[in-house]
């Protein structure tokens, strides 16, 4: 509590003018969330790897956060690594080869995260929990914005943070989909560092504004 990381994801931005959607921000934000979809683990289609290029290109020094909703991950981890991004997150239910996926973009120096869908338990990811940086908990169907937050996914916060401390590791717990300012408290209070935030943020007049007070009301 007190140091919620706030990650807008890119999914709810102006397709058109991404770049006029970052600067609504304003600065109020702590990382930048990019959505990719493969329309076969998720239903949906959103962009690939050109676009992490270009967002670390126009904005060094921002923390990108890409999120592979892709199968399998290690087809693409390769080109989304080139593109340097701080934290690249595969989902535990895209590869049987869950570990070498996570070893190899440790080994290219970004920092390895694994997600979770909302019917995935928390123990698919025990073997893996030492070498990540985060784990993505996922409150809704992965594969579009503005969906409702699926309330059942909290325990899982609670469950990661009981074994962070118990094994003594320090992956950041994320959660993504559904959360703005409704339940922000909410999901600080059961232990999330990182949320991620789309509609709740790009679907108002002043995401910037939005932003300090989703924050506030974190804090609170
Ligand atoms: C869903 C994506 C989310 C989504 C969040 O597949 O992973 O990041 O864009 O959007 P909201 O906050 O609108 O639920
Ligand atoms: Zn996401």
């Known amino acids: 509590p007190g140091s919620l990381r706030i990650a807008p994801s890119l999914l709810s931005a102006d397709p058109l003018s991404m770049s006029d959607s970052i600067a609504s921000l ?7 969330h990019v959505d990719v979809m ?3 683990f998720v239903p949906n289609l959103s962009y690939g790897s050109a676009l992490v290029g270009a967002l670390r290109k126009a904005y060094p020094d921002e923390v990108l956060d890409v999120h592979l909703m892709v199968e399998p991950p290690e087809s693409f981890i390769e080109s989304f690594l080139d593109k340097n991004p701080d934290f690249l997150t595969v989902h535990v239910e895209a590869t049987p080869h869950l570990h070498r996926v996570l070893s190899r973009i440790r080994e290219r120096g970004a920092r390895p ?7 995935t338990p928390v123990d698919a990811i025990f ?6 940086d985060m784990v993505l908990v996922m409150s809704v169907n992965p594969g579009f914005g503005g969906q409702s ?5 909290l325990s899982k916060l609670v469950d990661l943070c009981r074994l962070r401390a118990s094994r003594k590791l320090s992956f950041l717990i994320e959660i993504d989909g559904g959360v703005g300012a ?6 600080v209070r059961f232990g999330a560092d990182v949320a991620v935030m789309g509609s709740a943020v790009f ?5 910037g504004k939005t932003v300090e007070k989703i924050r506030k009301i974190a804090l609170e």
């Open 38 to 40: 493969d329309g076969h």
């Open 113 to 119: 995260g694994v997600v979770l869908n909302p019917g």
């Open 26 to 32: 304003n600065g109020t934000h702590d990382w930048l």
């Open 149 to 153: 937050f699926i309330p059942e996914t």
């Open 127 to 132: 073997p893996v929990l030492s070498m990540v």
């Open 182 to 187: 409704g339940n922000v408290a909410e999901i």
């Open 203 to 207: 679907g108002t007049d002043d995401p």
